[in-house]
């Protein structure tokens, strides 16, 4: 069995990926906060987590995958007071979003993808058992807030002290906080904000509350493997460390895998900036396989800064690898039949690198590489190969692509993903239309010609005649001093 090492942010070292439950994987993974449309960081974050969830289920793991949605929030009470609109609706109207979106991108849709809301019940016990154990207080206000001071581990994940934590980050303030980095798990009721009973008064829940207690409630107080953004490691993920252990006294995930963020100019995305790229918007312009190569085209780990240069590199690249499935597809009928013979081995040696390099810490970068090595390849003996030997080929560019969620259309929906977004499908067609095209085109050259002798002739009738038929075709003549160019209007 393949044995696979990926990075593990709470040891800061690739490590041997063990699952507790021997083939059985307990995955969860950061969902959006609903109070916008996704971005393309977003985009990247749950399109390496996809590939990783995809390679383990192709090793034969039982994956059971939750990914929540965070749909009561600051953000979100915010973004619904500047719309004049229930919080309710902007959730609504940005999960749906989100739904979309990742039904584009391909993303392998979660076993649960719990909302923090139908969680509350939840959430409250979780909540009073960090108060019996003495890691939570009430404040004099209604807040319940969790004591970081008492949780020794505090920074682990981060790989900073207290101090420096509190220094180089973001902490909410409040004058009911006993330790200013103290975070808060029940916010009291304010006017016009969504709210629940709950012991402590009417309110809403903290934002790191609600991940431990949906990941808890689906995938029990210790999972496998958690993910997210990096700009998650802290306060986010270290809060939900601190909170899930301190009410459990197990480790709440044993792997971390977190995912480089996304620039532009080398800037972060934000509103104040005007640089966020939406996810919908890059859609438009270029198909989800398209985004999913270009997002895996550098390792998961390193940053990427956008730009649409990189995005129309991707497509060539990946449109390369679609040529060669297609041609070595078409040749496939003309190729003579015969056994697989030292190919065998070339194929089986392609297969294991590749699986060599997702399993050392996802490489996608190398296993895209190989990919391209093997189309290659295909395309160097296409003529010198039997039918079984370029049938095996193909259908190895196909599942092993499939693993990274591409390579995974035939020349009609590719045609058709291009020509959506008005992008040029001459590259796709077959050798037999392209041999039609070029016969049409010198079919065009010898009526302009002979129109042209007419005029020379001074036949203008039948020249006119002509060039009226061709224009309902769609073909424009033009008689210039140079002689007659044509166009094509359709």
Known sequence: MLKIRIYNTLTKQVEEFKPLDNMKVKAYFCGPTVQDSPHIGHARAYISFDVFIRFLKYLGYQVFYVRNITDIDDKIIAKAKKLGITPFEVAEKYAREFYEVSRELKLIPPNVEPRATGHIPEIIELIKKLLARGYAYVADNGDVYFNVSKFKEYGKLSGQKLEQLIAGARIEPSPHKRNPADFALWKAAKPGEPNWPSPWGRGRPGWHIECSAMAMK???????IHGGGMDLIFPHHENEIAQSEAATGKIFARYWFHVGLVTVKKEKMSKSLGNIVAV????????AETI?????????????????????????ALDSLYITIFKAEEYLGKAPEGELGEEKRTLENYKREFLEALSNDLNTPKALAILHKIAEELSKKLKKLNKSQI???????????????????NREQRIEEKKKRGKDVSKFATSEKLEMKGLAKDLLELIVNVRSELRKRKIYDLADKIREELRELGIILEDTREGTIWRITV
């Not at 919908?280 to 270029?286: M, P």
């Not at 390792?299 to 497509?315: G, T």
């Open 218 to 224: 689906y995938l029990g107080e210790t999972i496998d």
């Open 280 to 287: 919908k918007d890059v859609l438009k312009e270029f198909d």
């Open 292 to 316: 999913r190569y270009w997002a895996i085209q550098t390792h998961y780990r390193k940053p990427i800064d956008f730009s649409l240069e990189q995005l129309k590199n991707a497509e060539k």
């Open 391 to 409: 049938a095996a080929y193909i259908t190895l560019l196909r599942e092993l692509g499939g693993i990274l969620g591409i390579l995974e259309q």
